[in-house]
């Protein structure tokens, strides 16, 4: 009972603080709005301009970080227990460098400027889809191990990046800069228009593996385990894959390589509420959302009217954690 009333607590806390993350995120920006104006803007304000600015450029942007954090952190979080690999997480298998040749083509060829505002994302999403797909084949070999998938990734992932680092080369500088400030991960070029189709998949996403959670309980126990059980360890690896990878891709393609939450999240979540992913994937959801809104806003203010790309802020903070934990290691050593 008390660690059922602990995890409440817990969720309970996490939610204020997704709630608290939302209000001070439509708030802040390079012009303040009081937080009553922002509420009235929900309730029937007439200001037109400040409604405008509310729904039209800080809450699809709200939005779309709460989506992708919670989409990175939950991909992390199932792709450490397939790959039974603490560091692993959606990046490791090659999913930034097809995203980053992907866009590069799209911004490159200067076809963004006269074609749907899809296009950009959709290069991006064939983009993640044929490294996942490379990385997918390469690891069958080997019955999906742990050690093939993450060295596949790794592979893959310098080719494309090499790939890019050509093009970029050899492409005008105008459109580079630009390919890179989303490269670098940025919530900027969120499109109201694309956001109701990537909530949908990211949030169908979310749900199906968070139903999946006494799965991967059967996967984190072992192979033998699960055909004791009755478990088709190997087709449900390829599914649980395949989703994940699905969602990282959706938030990939339209927020660009937002590093650290898929691979610190999960990490921090597992000291709160324990590894029973049933639990800590919709805890790592909400934490992941929280954690990648106040870095969007703290990517926003820290250096006005510069906004920093959100990418930066977590890789700082993800690089930090991560000393923090080798330091915690080698003293238990």
């Known amino acids: 009972m008390l660690f059922n009333r602990k995890i409440m607590v817990i969720f309970v806390c996490l939610f204020l603080l997704l709630v608290l993350s939302i209000l001070v995120s439509l708030w802040l920006g390079t012009i303040n709005i009081s937080v009553l104006d922002v509420v009235g803007s929900f309730i029937g304000n007439d200001d037109i301009d400040l409604r405008k600015m509310i729904f039209y450029v800080r809450l699809p942007r709200v939005v779309m970080a709460v989506m992708a954090g919670a989409a990175l952190a939950v991909s992390g979080c199932v792709f450490q227990v397939i790959l039974k690999n603490p560091l692993a997480d959606p990046f490791t298998l090659g999913i930034s460098g097809g995203a980053a040749f992907g866009t590069a083509i799209a911004f490159l060829s200067g076809l963004f400027t006269i074609t749907s505002i899809f296009f950009v994302p959709l290069l991006a999403l064939a983009g993640v889809f044929v490294s996942v797909f ?17 060295l596949s990734g790794v ?8 790939i890019v680092m050509l093009l970029y080369i050899l492409a005008p500088s105008g459109s580079v800069h630009t390919a890179l400030v989303w490269l670098m991960g940025s919530l900027s070029y969120v499109d109201i228009k694309i956001l109701p189709f990537a909530s949908i998949l990211i949030c169908a996403g979310v749900l199906f593996l968070t139903f999946c959670g006494n799965t991967l309980n059967l996967i984190a126990l072992g192979g033998e385990k699960c055909r004791t059980l009755g478990v088709n360890i190997n087709l449900t690896i390829k599914i649980l894959f ?13 927020c660009g390589i937002i590093g650290f939450v898929g691979l610190m999240i999960p990490h921090i979540m597992r000291k ?5 992913n049933t639990v800590l994937i919709p805890a790592c959801a909400l934490s992941g959302a929280v954690f990648l809104l106040v870095c969007d806003t703290t990517a926003r203010i820290v250096v006005l009217p510069i906004q920093v790309p959100v990418g930066v802020v977590t890789s700082i903070v993800g690089g930090i954690f991560f000393v923090f934990l080798l330091v915690g290691v080698e003293r238990k050593i």
Do not use: E, Q, R
């Open 134 to 150: 490379i990385v997918y084949v390469l690891s069958s070999y080997k019955n999906f191990n742990s050690n093939s998938m993450i």
């Open 155 to 162: 592979v893959v992932s310098y080719i494309f990046s090499s």
């Open 242 to 254: 395949i989703i994940a990878s699905i969602l990282t891709a959706v938030t990939v393609s339209i």
């Open 272 to 276: 709160f509420v324990g590894v029973n």
